[in-house]
């Protein structure tokens, strides 16, 4: 009888453990799908930084999209920590990247290239942030096209930058030929071209956003006769790009995700500003952007604020500097830049 309890007990072992066994293999037939791991349970790591980033703008357009982030850094919002300083003309940014006293900076497109040769490669651009801003004021209705330029004065800003090769590309393209077939008369400040068309004293000039809406505030007799993005839509086929953004090459090297995640804050900031125009237009006001907030609201449609990276930057970037150094290779620092002055982190 002992023998008999013995062996029952040692048959109810084996098949208890022989169960057990097979709980732990999986059912070929079954259904059920295992677990997966929700981002709980494995956070990612957040991107950290142990400074303060130099950021460089320009006041206007170009800086007209960092206003959120500018907002969000003075209020701890932000992922990063940033110094923000706000440049009222590009040469004065463009001494502190040839010194390399900066992580990133906003600045005219022909100048990221001329800055890429005078640094010796020094610096990648990573961004494109602003299009084109460049319109005709007219205080009249002769101009509806760029053909109707010819035999006219003009009054512009922006010799020896963008603007001027621009506008020769243009006037080239609708056949005047911008040495003898058309006046242009070069003024130093935007400012002080856009108090000239309030006051009356010039009836035709360029302008960029936001003097363009200073102008027309000061003097209702004006328009915009010309909106030269879309002039250039329809002679050219690349994309019309006046801003852009770069990055110290040393800085950007050794802080891969910290440059991605900037970027991140940025798109953020630039989609703000164009989804909430009136809350933006404050914001510029107060971080120094736009001396007013009523003159922002009315120029931020006009602005063609952007952001792209990657290939399509570099599509953007490359052909606008094609365009630029046909017109002049001085322009862009007398040489198309090569391909390492394109960050693409993507």
């Not at 006293?101 to 990221?112: E, Y």
């Not at 001329?114 to 640094?119: A, E, G, I, N, Q």
């Not at 971080?287 to 290939?311: E, Q, R, S, Y």
């Not at 606008?320 to 620092?333: I, K, T």
Request: glycine share 6%.
């Amino acid at each position: 009888m002992k023998n008999i309890r013995k062996i029952t007990a040692i048959v109810l072992c084996a098949v208890l453990v022989l169960s057990f066994a097979a709980c732990g293999k999986k059912d070929p037939t079954s259904t059920a799908t295992p677990a997966t791991p929700t981002p709980t349970d494995s956070p990612k790591t957040p991107v950290t930084f142990d400074r303060e980033i130099a950021v460089y703008t320009l006041a206007g357009p170009t800086g007209i999209g960092m206003t959120k982030l500018m907002d969000d850094n003075n209020n701890k919002k932000t992922a990063l920590k940033y110094t923000f300083d706000i440049a009222s003309a590009p040469d004065q940014i463009a001494a502190k990247v040839i010194q390399g006293s900066f992580d990133i900076a906003a600045v005219p497109v022909n100048l990221a290239s001329v800055l890429f040769k005078k640094t010796g490669g020094k610096i990648y651009v990573a961004g494109v942030n602003t299009l084109g801003v460049l319109y005709i004021l007219e205080n009249g209705s002769t101009i509806n096209s760029i053909s109707d330029l010819k035999g006219k004065t003009l009054y512009a800003t922006g010799q020896g930058a963008t603007p001027e090769y621009i506008l020769k590309y243009l006037l080239k393209k609708n056949g005047i030929d911008p040495a003898s077939d058309i006046t242009v008369e070069y003024i130093a400040q935007h400012a002080e071209l856009a108090t000239k068309m309030s006051s009356g004293d010039v009836k035709l000039g360029m302008l960029p956003e936001p003097n363009v809406t200073s102008a027309m505030i000061g003097n209702k007799d004006l328009r915009i006769a010309l909106d030269l993005t879309a002039e250039w839509k329809k002679v050219s086929d690349t994309e019309l790009c006046q801003g852009v953004i770069i990055v110290n090459k040393e800085f950007a090297d050794a802080n891969p995700e910290v440059v991605k995640k900037f970027f991140e804050e940025y798109k953020a900031s630039v989609d703000f500003v164009k989804a909430n125009v009136e809350e933006a237009a404050a914001l510029c006001e107060s971080v120094g952007i736009i001396p007013k907030a009523a003159l922002a609201k009315k120029a931020i449609p006009n602005c063609n604020l952007t952001l792209a990276t990657g290939n399509e930057m570099k599509s953007m970037v490359s052909g606008m500097l094609n365009v630029l150094f046909e017109a002049d290779p001085s322009s862009v620092g007398g040489e198309l830049p090569a391909d390492s002055f394109y960050l693409i982190y993507e």
